[in-house]
């Protein structure tokens, strides 16, 4: 009899999953929170680094939302899902969602010139969203093994 270990997110009980669920997503809210209270020099003082700042934040926004899209009844915050979703920016992608979140937080922090907004990022966000592509790798290696595998070889992060 051959028995599979279930994976991390299978093994957490209920209440932790749950907590996961609230912890991760406010950890990004903390960064708009940064953004707000944190002293600002728009730009880190050059205007021209402004309209770089929103075009790349309005650009993150903008894939998020159409990776978001593309997820359909596979969004979650703790990785699963029934399908492989391989359509749209998952083609070219196999993490839009957190690229995009990237872009949006980094643009926002480049637009108001927040020297913390930028630690926090670097130091909060960015490792956060490589963490959890790589429990999310992992997850979708166990379900659907090959596929996954030939996916991973023809997307970028």
């Given at each position: 009899?051959?028995?599979?270990?279930?994976?991390?997110?299978?093994?957490?009980?209920?209440?932790?999953?749950?907590?996961?669920?609230?912890?991760?997503?406010?950890?990004?809210?903390?960064?708009?929170?940064?953004?707000?209270?944190?002293?600002?020099?728009?730009?880190?003082?050059?205007?021209?680094?402004?309209?770089?700042?929103?075009?790349?934040?309005?650009?993150?926004?903008?894939?998020?939302?159409?990776?978001?899209?593309?997820?359909?009844?596979?969004?979650?915050?703790?990785?699963?899902?029934?399908?492989?979703?391989?359509?749209?920016?998952?083609?070219?992608?196999?993490?839009?969602?957190?690229?995009?979140?990237?872009?949006?937080?980094?643009?926002?922090?480049?637009?108001?010139?927040?020297?913390y907004g930028m630690?926090?990022?670097c130091l909060v966000?960015?490792?956060?969203?490589?963490?959890?592509?790589?429990?999310?790798?992992?997850?979708?290696?166990?379900?659907?093994?090959?596929?996954?595998?030939?996916?991973?070889?023809?997307?970028?992060?």
């Amino acid at each position: 009899m051959n028995e599979t270990k279930p994976d991390f997110w299978e093994s957490l009980s209920p209440g932790k999953a749950a907590a996961l669920t609230v912890l991760v997503p406010s950890l990004y809210f903390v960064a708009l929170v940064v953004a707000w209270f944190a002293p600002k020099h728009f730009g880190f003082g050059l205007r021209p680094l402004v309209y770089v700042g929103l075009t790349v934040g309005l650009s993150g926004v903008a894939l998020w939302m159409v990776a978001m899209a593309h997820l359909g009844k596979s969004l979650a915050v703790l990785p699963g899902g029934e399908r492989l979703v391989t359509h749209g920016v998952y083609r070219y992608l196999r993490h839009p969602v957190y690229v995009g979140i990237d872009m949006t937080l980094f643009g926002l922090f480049l637009a108001v010139g927040s020297t913390y907004g930028m630690i926090y990022f670097c130091l909060v966000v960015v490792p956060l969203n490589i963490i959890r592509s790589r429990f999310e790798e992992k997850a979708l290696m166990q379900k659907f093994g090959d596929d996954y595998n030939t996916y991973r070889q023809k997307t970028w992060f």
